[in-house]
């Protein structure tokens, strides 16, 4: 018995070390004086928050959205919020990220010229429409992707040359919780949101030996102008699965994301659901412990995720029961 725990403690210490050695080193940096960052769906909600974040840490911000109105009232924001007030430039570019790709280029170009080459991309512009698959107008099903999955595939791809070209750079993409597990209500907004981790993934592997880093986040319910809006028309089930998860603020998760970008990571969670998600289905190796502990609770982390599915399950059946109910009355 002793000499069988030795070795599975030999076998996972060795594991832990040979992933350790074999990552590339983390880059991590304490603060962004003088770096530009650009942040899609920068005048709202959680972008909003990691734009104030990054003037904080000394950054020259642009934000890019559709409506000017929320684009100069969020600059006003975030330039009060530069430690440099005399130094740091704050600028708004008003862009739909689910244009075609030519445009979204050349106002990528036009960025660089006004604040210089981009250290930071964060794709923050996103939303949700929810409900159930047939019911859903086939022209959200289209945008849910061409916004969520397009509007980061696009800019990333005008980004990624500069930046192996300088060896230096860091990209966030903002998934969901819902990335991770399939949920009702969320079956068009999930789609674009598994197809952004799905390149997060690939494209950490393309960076192999060059200094640009890559960080995916995946966060939970946060209470932005976005969540407010989604939840008018969010079925009863959704909010309940949903909301097993907490309801997070904007400005913990937008300064969490930035910080884990800085510091290397190459997931960002937020809340112990997060965590517990991404240690049984997440596809990264983030670090040699990681990897060992997603070994050692593999089997009790699915029980629970079993039982926790379970329920889910009896949330949407009682609410069948419920509309039915109201149907024979
Ligand atoms: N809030 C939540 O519960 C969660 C949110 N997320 C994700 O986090 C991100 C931010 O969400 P949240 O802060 O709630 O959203 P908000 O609705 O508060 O903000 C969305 C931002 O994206 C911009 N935007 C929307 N569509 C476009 C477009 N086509 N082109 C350019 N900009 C656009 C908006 O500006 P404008 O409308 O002017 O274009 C706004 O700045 C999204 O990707 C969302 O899916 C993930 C998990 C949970
Ligand atoms: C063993 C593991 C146990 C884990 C429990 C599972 C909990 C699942 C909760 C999922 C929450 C999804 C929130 C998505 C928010 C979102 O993307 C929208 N608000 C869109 O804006």
């Not at 070795?7 to 080193?25: C, E, P």
């Not at 570019?93 to 689910?98: E, G, H, R, W, Y």
């Not at 445009?103 to 250290?119: N, Q, R, T, Y």
Request: proline share 2%; with cysteine; glycine share 10%.
């Amino acid at each position: 018995m002793f000499i069988y725990i030795l070795l599975v403690v030999l076998v996972l210490g060795a594991l832990g070390l040979v992933i350790h050695f074999s990552l590339d080193k983390k880059v991590i940096y304490k603060d962004l004086k003088d770096k530009h960052v650009v942040i899609t769906g920068g005048s709202s909600g959680i972008g909003k928050a990691a734009a104030v974040e990054a003037a904080r840490l000394g950054a020259h911000v642009t934000v890019i959205g559709r409506d000017t109105g929320k684009l100069t009232a969020a600059v006003a924001e975030i330039t009060a919020s530069c430690r440099d007030q005399k130094n740091q430039k704050v600028q708004y570019v008003a862009l739909d990220v689910t244009s075609d790709y030519k445009a979204i280029e050349k106002c990528f170009v036009s960025i660089e010229e006004k604040l210089g080459p981009i250290f930071m991309l964060i794709n923050c512009a996103g939303m949700c429409i929810c409900g159930q698959f047939e019911k859903t107008d086939p022209d959200v099903i289209k945008q849910m992707v061409d916004l969520n999955y397009f509007g980061t595939a696009y800019p990333t791809r005008c980004v990624l040359q500069g930046m192996k070209k300088r060896n230096e750079g860091l990209i966030v993409f903002v998934s969901s919780e819902a990335a991770l597990i399939g949920i009702y209500g969320y079956s068009a907004y999930s789609a674009g949101k598994w197809a952004v981790r799905g390149l997060a993934e690939s494209v950490i592997m393309e960076l192999v030996g060059t200094n640009v880093r890559l960080t995916l986040a995946f966060p939970p319910d946060t209470d932005t102008p976005g969540f407010k809006n989604e939840d008018l028309t969010k079925p009863e089930e959704t909010k309940l699965i949903s909301g097993t998860a907490g309801l997070h603020s904007p400005d913990d998760v937008g300064k969490q994301m930035i910080h884990d970008a800085l510091t290397g990571k190459t997931y960002s969670v937020y809340s112990v659901t997060g965590t517990l998600l991404t240690l049984l289905f997440g596809g990264s190796l983030e670090s040699g412990m990681q990897v060992v502990l997603q070994v050692l609770s593999l089997s009790v982390v699915r029980i629970i995720m079993v039982g926790v599915l379970l329920s889910f399950y009896n949330i949407v059946r009682d609410g069948l029961k419920k509309k039915n109910e109201v149907k024979t009355k």
